[in-house]
């Protein structure tokens, strides 16, 4: 029961309190962008099965990769990507936290 409320807490609410508390002019934008990030997700559909439950994500899909993660660091060096970098970040920490609670 932890592990999905930790896994989705850390997708949905997570880039919002990031948002609100570091970007807080733009805060709606911010969180729209990083809620975003979820899009990445799309690597799953290479996989197969495309969903298994007892299988980490992280370093298997292509964009969940550690090359990946390094370009996600990247982004966010860079203040016009800083946002899609740190939406991805937080989705690959929703992921690891999930591969840890397996």
């Not at 860079?78 to 970098?85: L, Y």
Request: glycine share 4%; proline share 5%; net charge positive.
């Amino acid at each position: 029961m932890l592990q999905p409320i930790l896994h989705y807490g850390i997708h949905f609410l997570v880039p919002i309190l990031v948002a609100y508390l570091f970007f807080r002019k733009n805060w709606k934008i911010a969180a729209l962008i990083m809620l975003s990030a979820i899009i990445i997700d799309l690597d799953h559909l290479l996989a197969n099965p495309i969903f298994d439950p007892t299988r980490c994500s992280i370093n298997f899909h292509p964009l969940h990769t550690y090359y990946a993660i390094g370009v996600y660091v990247v982004l966010t060096i860079i203040k016009k990507t800083r946002v899609v970098g740190l939406g991805l970040l937080i989705h690959m920490l929703a992921d690891w936290v999930d591969c840890l609670l397996m």
